[in-house]
C-alpha cells in the first residue's frame, strides 16, 4: 500500500533524511520509532508532500506520489493526525468533523458523524463546542475522529498520545486496537514501544535519517540490546 525507498529530505541546506526505507501492507499497524530529532515527522510530512523529498520513492497504492502537492496525495487516501494535533480552534467539533469528511473510496461502510461519536461519546457531548476549549486529549480524539472521516486507506498518526494524561492515552491505544481489528492500515510514529509491542505487526527504526533497523515483535525481542541503543526500551 505504502512503500518509501531511499528517500532524502532537508530543510533547505540542512539534510535531514538521508535514505529513509519502509512499507506498510493492506491491514497492517507499522511503527516508525527513534529517538527525538531523528526525522520521524519529517518522513511524514514527506510522505504527504508536506516537504519535498530532494531524492527517493514514496509510491502509494500504485502510485508514485513524491513531487505532488498534499491535497492530491492526502485525496488517494491517507489520512493523517499531526503531531501538535491541529484541529480548527473556532469551529465546532461536528464542524471540525465534517469539514473534510469524504467517503472517495466508496467504502460500503464508511466513517460518518455517528460512528465516530460511538468511538468517542466525549465528542458527541461536546458536538456544538468550539474545537479551542476542548482538553488536550479531547483535542486528540477529534483529530482522529477527522482523520477517520475521509476514510483513509491509510491512517497515518505523528505522535498521538504524546503529552496526553494515562487514562486519556489507554483510551486512544484502544481505539487504535480497535480500528486494527476492523482491517484499518495504520502508520504510527511513536516513542511508547512498551504498548506498541503488543499492538504493532511490525516496526522501523530511523536513527539521523536512516532506516536503521525493521522487524516484528519476535525480532525486537531477539534484537533488544541493540533496540534499546536506537530507542531505549
Ligand atoms: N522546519 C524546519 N526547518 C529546519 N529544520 C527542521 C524543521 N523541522 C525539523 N527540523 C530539523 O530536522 C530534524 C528532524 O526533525 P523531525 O521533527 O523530523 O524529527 P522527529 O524524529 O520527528 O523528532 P521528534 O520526536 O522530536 O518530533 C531535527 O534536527 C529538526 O531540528
Not at 479551542?132 to 491509510?154: F, K, W
Amino acid at each position: 500500500m505504502l512503500s518509501v525507498t531511499g528517500l532524502q529530505a532537508a530543510y533547505g541546506a540542512s539534510q535531514v533524511l538521508h535514505d529513509v526505507e519502509l512499507q506498510v501492507k493492506d491491514g497492517e499497524v507499522v511503527t516508525l520509532l527513534g529517538r527525538n530529532g531523528m526525522g520521524k515527522t519529517t518522513t511524514v510530512r514527506s510522505i504527504m508532500g508536506l516537504v519535498s523529498p530532494r531524492a527517493g520513492r514514496v509510491s502509494f497504492s500504485g502510485q508514485e506520489v513524491q513531487g505532488r502537492p498534499p491535497e492530491r496525495i492526502a485525496r488517494l487516501g491517507i489520512g493523517l493526525v499531526p503531531e501538535g494535533r491541529q484541529v480548527f480552534p473556532s469551529l465546532t467539533v461536528r464542524e471540525n468533523l465534517v469539514a473534510t469528511a469524504a467517503n472517495r473510496l466508496h467504502r460500503p461502510d464508511p466513517w460518518v458523524l455517528e460512528t465516530v461519536y460511538e468511538l468517542f461519546p466525549r465528542l458527541k457531548e461536546r458536538a456544538g463546542q468550539s474545537a479551542g476549549t476542548l482538553s488536550g486529549g479531547e483535542q486528540q480524539m477529534l483529530a482522529v475522529g477527522r482523520a477517520l472521516m475521509t476514510n483513509p486507506r491509510l491512517l497515518i498518526l505523528d505522535e498521538a498520545t504524546e503529552g496526553l494524561a494515562p487514562v486519556i492515552r489507554t483510551e486512544i491505544w484502544h481505539c487504535i486496537a480497535h480500528l486494527k481489528q476492523a482491517g484499518q492500515s495504520i502508520l504510527l510514529i511513536d516513542k511508547n514501544l512498551a504498548v506498541l509491542k503488543r499492538l504493532a505487526d511490525r516496526h522501523y527504526i530511523i536513527e539521523k535519517g536512516r532506516t536503521v533497523w525493521s522487524g516484528n515483535a519476535a525480532d525486537l525481542e531477539r534484537d533488544a540490546a541493540r533496540v534499546h541503543g536506537y530507542v531505549g526500551l
